[in-house]
């Protein structure tokens, strides 16, 4: 199924509930029963990893973690299946490595006015969009839930005006690729697909694309980490693309 077409729907009331509130941010208080993993709140986010000053040069900056702004959007409906699944998988793939400190900040039901807050708020390294998209645009939500064009220019000035310059922007919607130089004037890598993306390949790409994260690899080594996971779950990795 393409995660345009509706993911799954409405995840039932009870399912779910440590990794998501539909509607709300995120806020993660301790890790999934059975792993193991350091993790503390800030900023409304969590994160991973042992302290950073422990592992001496390890990572992009020995003195601070990774951060990570996971904004998501499901336009009209509650957080549908397959984006609560590449939810799980991301924290999933954070809990169970701790080579490099990452804190992760979650915002669901991301509203398009609220753009300027949450990321001059998170200042992220690594900022990635998981929802609708097209040629050109991702779709965030108005007050209301109905959908909320932002087009990949506008996105661009965005982060130039509230954090300068990031390591990587993913885009995990369908065509979110497809323009990726409209980005690379603000960040070093963009990666998205070139086309139509379904909720399974996007979900297998970011539990290899966040291991490689974790395990501190460069972003392009995390994107072959990524694609070499949708193929050996079944999965054409030709959409992808890492510019």
Avoid: W
Avoid at 84 to 102: F, K, N
Avoid at 187 to 203: Q, S
Avoid at 210 to 228: H, K, S
């Amino acid at each position: 199924m393409d995660r345009d077409e509706g993911r799954g729907g409405r995840q039932d009331a009870g399912a779910g509930r440590d990794a998501y509130t539909a509607g709300r941010d995120l806020h993660v208080h301790q890790a999934a029963p059975g792993f193991s993993v350091q993790a503390r709140e800030i900023h409304g986010g969590v994160h991973y990893g042992a302290p950073a000053a422990a592992r001496g040069g390890v990572g992009r900056d020995a003195a601070r973690a990774l951060r990570v702004l996971l904004l998501m959007a499901d336009p009209g409906a509650a957080l549908g299946a397959g984006l609560s699944a590449e939810l799980r998988e991301v924290r999933r793939s954070l809990e169970r490595r701790r080579t490099r400190e990452i804190a992760l900040t979650v915002h669901t039901a991301a509203r398009r006015g609220d753009l300027v807050d949450l990321i001059a708020e998170a200042r992220p390294d690594v900022l990635h969009f998981a929802g609708r998209g097209s040629a050109g645009a991702l779709l965030f939500e108005t007050g209301d839930g109905a959908p909320a064009p932002v087009t990949l220019p506008v996105l661009a000035t965005l982060l130039e005006r509230t954090v300068g310059r990031l390591e990587c922007v993913l885009l995990n919607a369908s065509h979110g690729g497809a323009r990726a130089g409209d980005l690379l004037g603000v960040a070093d890598t963009v990666i998205g697909p070139a086309d139509r993306l379904g909720a399974e390949p996007a979900v297998s790409f970011v539990r290899g694309f966040y291991t490689g994260l974790a395990t501190a690899r460069t972003v392009r080594e995390a994107f072959g980490l990524g694609t070499a996971q949708m193929e050996l779950d079944g999965h054409d990795s030709g959409v992808m693309r890492c510019t």
